[in-house]
């Protein structure tokens, strides 16, 4: 991997591919100065999807967020840029898609709180957790 940035984690959501957004979603990335170092898409099984989100077992949302994370497929990607965590999560905006400013993924290509078009790492450790759940070494380029 390179050495010119750090890296996040980030997850083009079901809501989104469905309605045709990856390719607007991947050229707001590029725009802002990221480089896409890993990029797979796929459909998430159950048991993927509830390992990813295990952290969340708990909480009240978490069958539906299962739910919709396996509704259809999703892109995942590996960012890299100059604080990648900070950078991604501003151009993201607010987790509530209602309350996210337009110009940002969520305010553009989301709906709701839970259908918000994306996701990403909240922290450069949760990032590397996140990278290595769905990506290894051999595809990073």
């Known amino acids: 991997m390179s050495t010119s940035g750090t890296m996040t984690f980030g997850i083009i959501k079901p809501d989104a591919v469905r309605?045709?957004?990856t390719g607007n979603i991947i050229q707001r990335i590029t725009d802002n100065g990221f480089r896409i170092r890993a990029l797979k898409m796929m459909h998430m099984s159950r048991q993927v999807a509830e390992g990813f989100?295990?952290?969340?077992?708990?909480?009240p949302f978490f069958a539906e967020l299962v739910d919709f994370m396996t509704s259809g497929p999703c892109v995942v990607?590996?960012?890299?840029?100059?604080?990648?965590?900070?950078?991604?999560?501003?151009?993201?905006?607010?987790t509530d898609s209602t309350k996210a400013p337009k110009g940002t993924i969520r305010g553009d290509?989301?709906?709701s709180v839970g259908e918000n078009a994306s996701h990403g790492s909240?922290?450069?450790e949760n990032a590397r957790i996140e990278l290595?759940?769905?990506f290894n070494a051999t595809?990073?380029?």
Do not use: I, T
């Open 109 to 111: 290509f989301g709906s």
């Open 139 to 141: 595809e990073f380029c």
């Open 53 to 59: 989100y295990a952290v969340h077992r708990e909480r």
């Open 122 to 124: 909240d922290s450069e």
């Open 77 to 94: 990607m590996a960012l890299e840029k100059e604080n990648a965590v900070l950078a991604w999560r501003e151009l993201m905006g607010p």
């Open 19 to 21: 309605a045709g957004n």
């Open 132 to 134: 290595s759940y769905f």
